[in-house]
T-cell receptor
Framework: AQSVSQHNHHVILSEAASLELGCNYS??????LFWYVQYPGQHLQLLLK??????LVKGIKGFEAEFIKSKFSFNLRKPSVQWSDTAEYFC?????????????FGKGTRLSVIA | GAVVSQHPSWVICKSGTSVKIECRSL??????MFWYRQFPKQSLMLMAT?????????EQGVEKDKFLINHASLTLSTLTVTSAHPEDSSFYIC???????????FGPGTRLTVT
């Protein structure tokens, strides 16, 4: 089935460690890609998005993601995490079906940053 | 940026009663609204897509007679959970999209607890 896959269910890092969260999708054609963050008890916030152009996308709070079309991937990265980055991270894709196609979410990756 | 509000943010109801959740786009016209459900520590599952002035399109497995969606105006959509049961307890999140964008803007969510 066509889907969005996030490989890591739970990632635990120490402060200042580098972060990379994997995201793969299985749709062919042109897709729009997003990363959202959900801090504990809060609603979804957009971290960054890719529609076209430079495949390296920079978002808020020092996050970036790289779109690699050949690998159907859109991995999220941050060079140095902070305790405040503890949250749930969701990769999402708008499939190439046109119209009002909604976002399809991955299952999410919980990031725990410890001191 | 585009703002989406939801009301109420938290509701407790007795089994068998109905609950209405409102979703409003505050500073843009939402031609399409989406309703998601999120179980604890899980991803967002799309329930239905609604376009202003027309019937909602429900995802497979979502009971349209139980989850009534109305999108009567370009700024308001409502989700009514009819004859609620404890298994309907969940976090319900709405999302809105304007007429000229692929982006979806998310509301803060409504936590429903059915006792």
């Amino acid at each position: 089935a066509q889907s969005v896959s996030q490989h890591n269910h739970h990632v635990i890092l120490s402060e200042a460690a580098s972060l990379e969260l994997g995201c793969n999708y299985s749709y062919g054609g042109t897709v729009n890609l997003f990363w959202y963050v959900q801090y504990p008890g809060q609603h979804l916030q957009l971290l960054l998005k890719y529609f076209s152009g430079d495949p390296l996308v920079k978002g808020i709070k020092g996050f970036e993601a790289e779109f690699i079309k050949s690998k159907f991937s859109f991995n999220l990265r941050k060079p140095s995490v902070q305790w405040s980055d503890t949250a749930e991270y969701f990769c999402a894709v708008i499939p190439p079906w046109g119209g009002n196609t909604p976002l399809v979410f991955g299952k999410g990756t919980r990031l725990s940053v410890i001191a | 940026g585009a703002v989406v509000s939801q009301h109420p943010s938290w509701v407790i109801c007795k089994s068998g009663t109905s609950v209405k959740i409102e979703c409003r786009s505050l500073d843009f016209q939402a031609t399409t609204m989406f309703w998601y459900r999120q179980f604890p520590k899980q991803s967002l599952m799309l329930m239905a897509t609604s376009n202003e002035g027309s019937k909602a399109t429900y995802e497979q497995g979502v009971e349209k007679d139980k989850f009534l969606i109305n999108h009567a105006s370009l700024t308001l959509s409502t989700l009514t959970v009819t004859s609620a049961h404890p298994e309907d307890s969940s976090f319900y999140i709405c999302s809105a999209r304007g007429p000229a964008s692929y982006e979806q803007y998310f509301g803060p969510g409504t936590r429903l607890t059915v006792t």
